[in-house]
């Protein structure tokens, strides 16, 4: 078999696998610089296919034809490659109208010469060559025009290569090697075609450039799309990334950082080149949690505070996104930092402040209540008070329990308008004139008209609050103690003196099972001079139940529809029954059994309402 033969089948082949590669870089098309690559690789299909037919060839005239349209590929190389380099380092618009016609103009020239008549030695004569050159192919002197062209095509490939160089040498320290040996091919190829147009006879009359381009295109395919650094270089980088306050990294399928823009290696306080190479997880610990088994995650956001430095801590909001190339199998993560440490301070200081508020809160609320109800001879009592659903503040519901004159107690349950600090300055304002009041000897509707005129405030209308008091006495009987009623199996029990100012009249449940309010009314305190206090007496036997509240129950809302006096009757009652049929229940018991179940009854029932207090009494 004759070399040329050989030679042919050897450019044939070649031709092959650069169509093989150029199919397989289409399918990958959309990856930066990937239809540059499929242009320089047609190029190549078309150089290697007809110089090897060129090869084969006996006569000048067979020569020629086939040289012209090997031509078709030579030519097309150069502006191939540049379209390839340019916008795999991220150009906008890496041949545009005015470029596509520039580099065109030589390629035009040259096509347009090998096509007409005579015209092809401008660029190369052909002679019969002698039997000691490869077989008896003719062999191609330069013309006129083939070195212009030559430099031509050298200059745009330097201009290709130069921006190819200055891209590969930026990517990351575990690719440095990959990289070298991307620029060695790229370069071999052309000084191979220096060293055969100076002397032809130094490879035997044979162009070796296709042979060394094969080289290139598997290395350029292996190296771009092997290690995915096509699919890793944003388009337009320069331009977006570059610029972004934001930080941006651009991570490998091994979780190693590949590219980072001048703002992500500013918030990790560290040089580009102690960026690029390293392990994203070693610089940003939180990326442990978000990466996930085998560092595989779908989208994912998270924190971070990093320290050390000259300056102070930052805090850094994570956005981490697969990258994935056109079959959707995944080729790195892309990570977006932001510096928010502006926010986190905001957010620390005003949870400082909200901790302060709800301390501060607490201990208002404490203020509105006693710490524990006392003991007051003849009752037993139970007190249950809850902050509004809508919480924040400091209610005004209150209730208090004292000694009053002459050995009598005094109660008193109530409700100041508004919320927060204000309110809680007014409630406790009433709470310790109430207790003032309550020793002066006066009736209970005197204590809530003396409390009034004490509310009186011209400048804040808004000042006022509903009230219910009383004082409690052993029951009287005629001329006979306690003791003597007891002795003699007569009831037992305790007289309370009742004063309502604009409140929800208490709830009264008889031993009989009986249930009704009250009958007890009068106006709100501190919006008028003169108010109508109401004041009643009840009789409090073995037995029965008084429980006082706040509007706060019975104004509960679920939607349209409010929790209501019949509601809380029906709680009570039905509380009061199901104990009764326990053995060995006492009155402090039930008390506390009654005050728990209309405090969950209205939370159960509410899903808007406002502060609960409720004051629950018996007979002990």
Known sequence: MSHSVVLGLGLGFGAAVYLVLAAYVWMHRRASGGRGLVALLLANVAWSLFYAIELSTRTVAAAQIWSGLKFVGVVTLAPAFWAFATSYAGRRRPLGSRTFLLLAVEPVIVLTALAVPGGSDLIH????????????????????LFWPHAVYTYVVLLAAMATLVTRLVRIARPYRRQARALIVAVFTPMVGNVAFNVDPGLFAGIDPTPFLFSVTAVVLVWGFFRLHLLDLVPVARSLVVEQMLDGVLVLDAYGRIVDANPSGTTLLRRGRGDVVGRYAADLLPALGDLLGRNGEVARARGHTRL??????????????????????SRTGQLIVLTDVSEQVATQRRLASLLEEQTRLAGVLQAGLKPPELPTVPGLVLAARSLPSGRGGDVGGDFYDVHPAVAGEWAFVLGDVSGKGVQAAVVTSMVRYTVRTLSVQGWTPAQVLQQLNAAMLEPD????????????????PSAGEPPVVREARGRPVGMRLWIALGGHP??????????IAPVDVSGTALGLLPGVDIGETVVDLLPGDLLVLYTDGVIEARNGGEQFGEARLAWVVGATMDRLALVADVGPTELVDAVADAVVTAVTGFARDRDDVAVLVMAVG
């Open 125 to 144: 004569t052909y002679q019969e060559a002698p039997h000691t050159r490869l077989a008896h192919a003719p062999v191609a002197d330069s013309g006129p």
């Open 307 to 328: 320290g050390g430095g000259s300056g102070p801590p930052v805090d850094l909001a994570l956005s981490l996104t697969p990258l994935t190339d056109a079959d959707g």
């Open 505 to 514: 009249q208490p709830l009264l449940r008889r031993r009989d099972g009986s």
């Open 460 to 475: 804040d209308p808004e000042r006022f609050c509903t009230v219910v008091y009383g004082r409690t006495g052993p029951l």
